[in-house]
């Protein structure tokens, strides 16, 4: 145990801790996707247009294609007759070679024929009362109601970008590029840890009634939040506090891309975890940050059997100090393996409903609620409840976290203050 009793904290400050975080988020390997399958990740290469859309100069209206220049005189008559020579359809090749003074009948989307310019929307005409003529009663439609060729895209042109998310606004554009699959990169494997003997499972759950352990809540909880963040969570069960178990449930993973752990983080007598790491060959990058709650986080990588780098998270066990440092710290992470563009998330500033009162030294998070006020236009949030990292009852209601950066002491009650949203509220 020595190598862990000399070790000394690092305290970082959040922005140090996350920055050395996202240096070591390399992209995950690239696969091929339909793109419905692809939905909610981020795109590994931009699409590009295969076809020019519209194809041809088309008809915004159901009406009747005309030369302007060939009524351009004729706006005082009271009605102008004229042949009709043809009909286009969308999906159709303009028609060409139509006579002079001839009208066209044409639907919505259909190609506008050679040298035509203008629709007469059909509400303006007798809609061809007499088969073969159209009476056109208004011409205030000339040079009007013609979607140009190329208008939507032009072939070539990238029409998502590299980091774009794929949702029901990016399909119908990558539909109409062309392109029937899209490349993303492979959604990590994420290894999700307990430790401590002390944890029950749900199924022996008569042990926490008769007082006798506590419930694994962070389990689920970072199960829950790697897949909000794209992850495939893996259950690695709960880990005791004991050395040959613990060491022997780190030197059996496979199949995995990142390892999460809770409990055991910090310097209790049973708090082994980064112990035994450190007995393994395991390069440890940080331990500690500055942030509250949730101080005692590790990141390191440690070398598996397969002589692969294993990145491994360790984080507090209290579930609020997990919850908060997989929010600010391991989502990034995931996220910047996956090509997100702000792989820190969004955020929002609101005005507070409560003093948070914070350490200067300290960057703090709390669980907030966010609601609009009606009143003041602003965005409000509110505390979740008791902020105390061992209780879980204000993890329900956080639609984010307000952030107190490192510097500020109190924000005081209606002052505004930058909230990180959390993925998959409302
Ligand atoms: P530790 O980091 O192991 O010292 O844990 C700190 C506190 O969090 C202790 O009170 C643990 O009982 C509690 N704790 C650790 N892991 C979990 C968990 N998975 N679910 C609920 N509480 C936990
Ligand atoms: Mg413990």
């Not at 303006?124 to 159209?134: F, I, L, N, W």
């Not at 430790?195 to 909880?221: C, T, W």
Request: some cysteine.
């Amino acid at each position: 145990m020595a190598d862990f009793e000399r070790l000394r904290a690092d305290w970082l400050s959040f922005d140090e801790a996350l920055g050395r975080i996202l240096a070591c988020a390399s992209p995950m390997p690239e696969t091929g996707l339909e793109p419905l399958h692809a939905l909610g990740r981020s795109l590994a290469r931009p699409v590009r247009a295969r076809a020019t859309l519209p194809a041809w100069p088309n008809s915004a209206m159901d009406g009747y294609a005309v030369r302007s220049g060939e009524l351009a005189g004729r706006g005082g008559e009271a009605e102008v007759c004229l042949p009709v020579a043809g009909r286009s359809y969308p999906g159709s090749v303009p028609l060409r070679d139509i006579a002079a003074g001839a009208a066209v009948r044409v639907m919505t989307g259909g190609p506008l024929p050679v040298g035509f310019d203008s629709v007469i929307r059909v509400e303006h005409t007798d809609g061809e009362d007499t088969a073969g003529s159209v009476i056109l009663r208004r011409l205030d439609d000339l040079g009007k109601h013609v979607r140009r060729a190329g208008k939507d895209m032009r072939a070539g042109d990238r029409t998502v970008a590299a980091g774009d998310v794929v949702h029901s606004g990016t399909l119908p554009v990558i539909a109409a590029s062309g392109c029937e699959r899209v490349r993303v990169f492979r959604r990590p494997r994420v290894g999700v840890l307990s430790s401590g003997d002390e944890l029950v499972g749900a199924d022996e759950f008569e042990r926490v009634i008769a007082g006798e352990g506590i419930p694994d809540s962070n389990r689920g909880m970072i199960a829950a939040a790697v897949t909000e963040a794209g992850g495939l969570p893996v259950d690695l069960g709960i880990a005791p506090d004991d050395p040959a178990g613990l060491e022997s449930r780190l030197t059996s993973l496979a199949g995995i891309d990142l390892l999460v752990t809770t409990g055991g983080a910090s310097m209790g007598e049973k708090d082994l975890l980064k112990r035994i790491l450190l007995r393994l060959p395991f390069r440890l990058d940080f331990w500690r940050a500055r942030v509250r709650p949730g101080s005692p986080l590790s990141f390191g990588h440690l070398r598996t059997g397969d002589g692969n780098e294993l990145p491994v998270f360790c984080l507090p066990g209290n579930p609020a100090s997990a919850f908060v440092t997989f929010h600010v710290f391991v989502a990034p992470y995931l996220r910047a393996r996956l090509g997100a563009k702000r792989p820190p998330g969004v955020t929002v500033t609101a005005r507070t409903d409560d003093e948070l009162r914070s350490a200067p030294r300290l960057t703090q998070f709390f669980r907030v609620g966010l609601r609009e006020d009606e009143v003041g236009g602003w965005t409000r949030c509110a505390l979740t409840g008791p902020q105390g990292s061992g209780l879980v009852r204000s993890l329900p209601g956080a639609d984010g976290l307000a952030v107190v950066p490192e510097g500020r002491a109190d924000i005081r009650r209606n002052d505004p203050v930058s909230v990180i949203l959390l993925q998959g509220r409302r």
